[in-house]
Nanobody
Framework: QVQLVESGGGLVQAGDSLRLSCAAS????????MGWFRQAPGKEREFVAA?????????SYANSVKGRFTITRDNAKNTVNLQMNSVKPEDTAVYFC?????????????????????WGQGTQVAVSS
């Protein structure tokens, strides 16, 4: 069973930077496509970013965060990170980490939440204006 634990959330001001981390345990982390999603109050969960398995050579981002957020992975530490720069009040949400074990031949990412098998409990990010 894969367990995911997010950390790094908090209250920041608009324009600040924040780094979220997700630690995975169980299974073979390097074979997982990893994703970040977020859910704001009263809204549906939405895709933020994803990174391919193994070396993480492929990444994808929601248009709303492209150029501001960066997803990376460290297979030696079984972690995936989300560097959030120039944050905006509309980035306020609970951020979730997700994992999808993938076949070795798959080098892409997934942006659909239903494709992910494992989820963390989330970490709150609040951005004040």
């Amino acid at each position: 069973q894969v367990q995911l634990v997010e950390s790094g959330g908090g209250l920041v001001q608009a324009g600040d930077s924040l780094r979220l981390s997700c630690a995975a345990s169980g299974g073979t982390f390097s074979t997982y496509v990893m994703g970040w999603f977020r859910q704001a109050p009263g809204k549906e969960r939405e895709f933020v970013a994803a990174i391919s398995q193994s070396a993480g050579n492929n990444t994808s981002y929601a248009n709303s965060v492209k150029g501001r957020f960066t997803i990376t992975r460290d297979n030696a530490k079984n972690t995936v990170n989300l560097q959030m720069n120039s944050v905006k009040p509309e980035d306020t949400a609970v951020y979730f980490c997700a994992a999808r074990p993938s076949p070795i031949y798959y080098s892409g990412t997934y942006s659909e939440s239903q494709r992910y098998n494992y989820w963390g409990q989330g970490t709150q990010v609040a951005v004040s204006s």
